[in-house]
């Protein structure tokens, strides 16, 4: 079973930017997909990003032009540089990956973006 661990949550103000990080315990390149979702409070958990061994990176529209997904295989980290961010981008933020056909997730990185 694929294990993954977040960090780089925090407190950020409004306009602020985060870096968030999950290291995998598989090579990225032996999954299927990876990706990070966020649940805010209340409501259920949604896509942010996600890329499969295809080379397709989907982003939802509320990540387009502010969220940045990028890989580092040295380290086996799947990262997510936010920037801009809102009072509406606080979540949870989880990361998950899949492999053939078992989906894992992380336990969460909480971000809070506010004054």
């Known amino acids: 079973q694929v294990q993954l661990v977040e960090s780089g949550g925090g407190l950020v103000q409004p306009g602020g930017s985060l870096t968030l990080s999950c290291v995998t315990s598989?090579?990225?390149?032996?999954?299927?997909?990876m990706g990070w979702y966020r649940q805010p409070p209340g409501k259920q958990r949604e896509l942010v990003v996600r890329?499969?061994?295809?080379?397709?990176?989907n982003y939802a529209d509320s990540a387009k032009g502010r969220f940045t997904l990028f890989r580092d295989d040295a380290k086996n980290a799947l990262n997510l540089q936010m920037n801009s961010l809102q009072p509406n981008d606080t979540a949870v933020y989880y990361c998950?990956?899949?492999?053939?056909?078992?989906?894992?997730w992380g336990k969460g990185t909480l971000v809070i973006v506010s004054p």
């Open positions: 998950r990956g899949l492999k053939n056909g078992a989906g894992c």
């Open positions: 598989e090579r990225i390149f032996t999954l299927n997909s």
């Open positions: 890329f499969t061994n295809l080379g397709r990176i």
